[in-house]
Nanobody, 122 residues
Framework: QVQLVESGGGLVQAGGSLRLSCAASGRTFSRYTMGWFRQAPGKEREFVAAITWSGRTTSYVDSVKGRFTISRDNAKNAVYLQMNSLKPEDTAVYYC???????????????WGQGTQVTVSS
């Protein structure tokens, strides 16, 4: 069992930065792939980034490559999403998920946090 709590969202102007954090409980955190997803109003949940349990491999959706960085600290049971050069189209609720597979499919993730709102103004 893994419980996830996101934080770090907020309101920022276009071009600004935010760092999202996801704190996990559970002794098996380090065994899971961690992913960040986002969901805008009226849209489906969208893959943003994922990182393997070791942290050696990452994946990003094309729209955030070069702007967002996913990282994790297994000693602290935490995963992060550094978001730079934010755009209005990045506005969404951001969720972290934990799963057994390294995948972009949200259906393959077993545990989810409650989400944190990110709003980027133009």
């Amino acid at each position: 069992q893994v419980q996830l709590v996101e934080s770090g969202g907020g309101l920022v102007q276009a071009g600004g930065s935010l760092r999202l954090s996801c704190a996990a409980s559970g002794r098996t955190f380090s065994r899971y792939t961690m992913g960040w997803f986002r969901q805008a109003p009226g849209k489906e949940r969208e893959f943003v980034a994922a990182i393997t349990w070791s942290g050696r491999t990452t994946s990003y959706v094309d729209s955030v490559k070069g702007r967002f960085t996913i990282s994790r600290d297994n000693a602290k049971n935490a995963v992060y999403l550094q978001m730079n050069s934010l755009k209005p189209e990045d506005t969404a609720v951001y969720y972290c998920g934990a799963g057994q597979k390294f995948t972009t499919d949200p259906g393959e993730y077993d545990y989810w946090g409650q989400g944190t709102q990110v709003t980027v103004s133009s």
